[in-house]
């Protein structure tokens, strides 16, 4: 039995299919079902229940998927014991990060790793949510920094201590921009620049309430400072998180009702990373774990 077989095995158990399994290993979908069916002959058992759709563990997958995950741990954990001991940790990390206050404690965790293995070397690819997961899912980033929730089913994560304040970035000057906080009666009428995405299904929608209907979508970017370019020409109101930024003739003013958002560092459950890469994941676990308790 090869760890390669078993690192097949729960990618197969992980994507529920073959065929998005084989694109995640960069194998054949023909190479992984010779493999998997050799693993079942080795064992005796049958591994899996095929349908047109999707598969299910049977009960005997269910045993091997834990036995799985202990041994490819425990082989992972070996190689990175030695790689450290030597200080020989080398290679490169990639890491999606959206914009955010939290996204300074990355790169302080960074920093501190990068003391410590300085021969590792990191790739930061910025985007929201729905691009970090995508490019997750597609084998393209090791760890992302993304808004909650978080699919659990899919992910391993580590909450970062502080929440991210929503509020309106307005016009230097206009009337919106003289209050102390924007309830959402404040916006009625009014045009508004967001994030991309759902707009009815977003935090925004479901804090305007009522309201929702009687703003204007103006324009949506992915991005903040996209958002704070299109606010500047009056194309409308900004709706936004703080990010302790200084857009030049906006003002940032929070919402009321109090409206924030956790944030956390995930990785994909039963992935089987580079040395450099899980020891990056251990680290960062300890650090956040270690200022959340300094909180308390």
């Known amino acids: 039995m090869e760890l390669r077989v078993l690192n097949y095995f729960l990618a197969i158990a992980r994507e529920e299919n073959f065929t998005k399994a084989a694109q995640q290993l960069h194998v054949t979908q023909p190479t992984l079902s010779r493999q998997i069916a050799d693993l079942e002959r080795e064992l005796g058992v049958k591994l899996f229940i095929r349908s047109n759709h999707n598969i299910i563990l049977t009960e005997n997958g269910m045993v091997l998927k834990r036995r799985?995950?202990?041994?490819?741990?425990?082989?992972?954990?070996?190689?990175?014991?030695?790689?450290?001991?030597?200080?020989?940790?080398?290679?490169?990390?990639?890491?999606?990060?959206?914009?955010?206050?939290?996204?300074?404690?990355?790169?302080?965790?960074?920093?501190?790793?990068?003391?410590?293995?300085?021969?590792?070397?990191?790739?930061?690819?910025?985007?929201?949510?729905?691009?970090?997961?995508?490019?997750?899912?597609?084998?393209?980033?090791?760890?992302?920094?993304?808004?909650?929730?978080?699919?659990?089913?899919?992910?391993?994560?580590?909450?970062?201590?502080?929440?991210?304040?929503?509020?309106?970035?307005?016009?230097?000057?206009?009337?919106?921009?003289?209050?102390?906080?924007?309830?959402?009666?404040?916006?009625?009428?009014?045009?508004?620049?967001?994030?991309?995405?759902?707009?009815?299904?977003?935090?925004?929608g479901k804090w305007l309430g009522e309201y929702r209907e009687q703003v204007q979508i103006a324009a949506t970017a992915n991005l903040p400072y996209n958002e704070a370019v299109l606010a500047k020409e009056n194309i409308g109101v900004m709706l936004s998180i703080n990010l302790n930024c200084v857009y030049e003739n906006l003002r940032f003013i929070p919402l009321r009702p109090v409206l924030e958002v956790s944030t956390a560092l995930a990785w994909k459950k039963e992935q089987i990373f580079a040395a450099a890469t899980s020891a990056f994941i251990d680290y960062a676990i300890q650090y956040i774990k270690g200022i959340s308790n300094n909180y308390i």
């Open 68 to 204: 799985a995950q202990e041994i490819l741990s425990l082989a992972d954990k070996t190689v990175r014991d030695f790689l450290q001991k030597d200080e020989a940790l080398s290679g490169t990390i990639s890491i999606g990060s959206g914009e955010f206050r939290s996204t300074e404690y990355l790169a302080k965790i960074i920093a501190e790793f990068r003391n410590k293995y300085p021969n590792v070397q990191y790739e930061i690819y910025s985007g929201n949510a729905n691009n970090i997961r995508d490019y997750i899912e597609r084998g393209l980033l090791d760890v992302g920094l993304m808004s909650e929730p978080i699919d659990m089913r899919k992910y391993n994560f580590v909450n970062m201590p502080i929440k991210e304040q929503w509020g309106v970035f307005a016009p230097c000057g206009s009337p919106l921009s003289e209050k102390e906080s924007i309830s959402p009666e404040d916006l009625k009428g009014m045009s508004i620049v967001t994030a991309t995405g759902d707009f009815n299904q977003s935090r925004i």
